[in-house]
């Protein structure tokens, strides 16, 4: 395995690389975040489903499961619980993602608890704004990627370049990132770490019913649906019969996901929605976490090494061109 490679983000969450499996409800649970915090990354369980009971027996699993780092999501937009802080620091982990809804919400509680605290953003001004709630990173989510979606989306080739160039916190980029290739973008963009969902809901320890793995493995890069895209909450999903009807329609509801757990884990692919970012058009085979982290930390440095050559040959290139005309005029 590839050393660790040090940035602010894998700094401050203490890991050896710095690739973190998102946040997805009911999926990142201690099966698929131990993989991942096990390989090398960090593994982040989720809060969304609200099913804080739950959540509680996976922590409490992920500490026999591993020893390393693990975070937890708190998706604004589902907190039932007024105590949902309380119950995050009561569980004594040290890193925080905060997503779908205002940065100034918990920043200061979480902070002041002495949790590391990262906030998803869809735009620079979210990005402006969360920075100046306090917070100590972000995780700059460009619109092809899955789950919820601010209407007025961007893409990570877009979104990242402009968000680094404004702030001086350490950024994790989500929105199409799969493998070497596309963290290293990711990195030249200035991100200092990745966040990878779809990839993950693909992996071998993910619990999501097979009929959603093998979807996956079968659609193509145009296969999401974007829906709400007048409306909110906007959400990327993968394209199904159901999802392709919703697509035309005004509002999509919660009630789309009254029947979630039988496509989650029942397999019925028309039941509910299955949210998938575009890079599923990339993904062609379930792999265990271990060999997706092994295989993009390769991938990563031997990008790197290829761009870095090519940087050798532009100058060389350089050199000839400057002593071609040089050669010109003393002819
Ligand atoms: C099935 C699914 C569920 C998700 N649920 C959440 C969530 O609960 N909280 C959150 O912050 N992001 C959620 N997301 C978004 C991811 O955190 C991540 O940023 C996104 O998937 C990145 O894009 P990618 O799918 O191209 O990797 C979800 C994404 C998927 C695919």
């Known amino acids: 395995m590839t050393d660790r490679i040090t940035t602010r983000v894998s700094d401050l969450l203490g890991v050896q690389y710095p690739i973190v499996q998102a946040p997805m409800g009911w999926i990142a649970r201690a099966q698929l975040a131990s993989a991942v915090s096990n390989a090398g990354g960090l593994g982040i369980i989720e809060t969304s489903s609200g099913e804080l009971d739950a959540v509680r027996d996976e922590i409490r699993k992920m500490r026999d499961l591993t020893d390393r780092p693990f975070g937890v999501n708190i998706a604004q937009l589902f907190v039932r619980d007024p105590s949902i802080v309380d119950f995050v620091v009561g569980q004594g982990v040290r890193f925080v993602t905060t997503s779908a809804g205002d940065p100034r919400q918990y920043t200061a509680q979480l902070k002041s608890a002495g949790l590391t605290v990262f906030h998803v953003v869809p735009s620079l001004a979210a990005g402006l704004k969360a920075v100046a709630a306090g917070v100590d990173g972000l995780v700059v989510e460009g619109g092809e990627g899955g789950g919820f979606k601010n209407p ?180």
């Open 152 to 331: 007025r989306d961007v893409a990570t080739m877009v979104l990242l370049p402009l968000v680094c160039s404004k702030v001086d916190v350490p950024v994790i980029a989500a929105g199409g990132i799969c493998d070497g290739p596309t963290m290293a973008a990711a990195f030249a963009l200035g991100a200092e770490g990745v966040q990878m969902g779809s990839r993950m809901v693909s992996a071998a320890e993910s619990p999501v019913h097979e009929n959603w793995k093998r979807a996956i493995l079968a659609a193509a890069e145009t296969d999401t649906v974007f829906l709400n895209r007048f409306s909110r909450p906007g959400l990327r999903a993968l394209r199904t019969g159901r999802s392709t009807e919703l697509e035309r329609q005004e509002h999509v509801g919660f009630d789309v996901f009254a029947r979630a757990m039988d496509l989650y884990f029942g397999g019925d692919m028309e039941a509910s929605i299955a949210l998938a970012g575009q890079v599923v058009g990339r993904i062609d085979a379930v792999m265990p976490v271990a060999d997706i982290i092994a295989e993009t930390m390769r991938g990563f440095h031997a990008t790197i090494a290829r761009l870095g050559g090519l940087g050798e040959a532009d100058a060389s290139h350089a050199l000839s061109a400057r002593a071609a005309q040089t050669t010109t005029r003393r002819d």
